[in-house]
């Protein structure tokens, strides 16, 4: 795993509960800044059994990936379910509000 990996893994694993961050915020941080989608790719390569609090990971808009949705179930995905839980409230359009949420280190 890269340094960058590395890296990601680490500023991710400080989000607080109740908060999130964008891939670009976590990219820049991380010392590169144009690569929020490697950010993605971190994530998904997180060694098993880590944990990793991914569902506190946005994009810019406050928009969460559907790639988890539940089945049955397709305006609730685990990655909602887990930011609810910790108290997250999401806009009627469905976002996060990073004015509210977003932390910044």
Request: net charge positive.
């Amino acid at each position: 795993m890269g340094d960058f990996f590395k890296r990601v893994h680490g500023i991710v694993a400080m989000i607080p509960a109740g908060s999130v961050m964008t891939y670009g915020q976590i990219a820049a941080i991380a010392g590169n800044p144009r690569a929020s989608r490697a950010v993605g790719y971190a994530l998904r390569s997180a060694p098993s059994g880590a944990e990793m609090p991914w569902h506190r990971v946005v994009n810019s808009k406050g928009e969460i990936s559907l790639r988890n949705t539940l089945q049955g179930d397709d305006d609730r995905c685990l990655q909602r379910i887990l930011l609810e839980s910790e108290g997250i409230v999401f806009t009627k359009s469905g976002k996060v509000d990073l004015k509210i949420h977003q932390v910044r280190f």
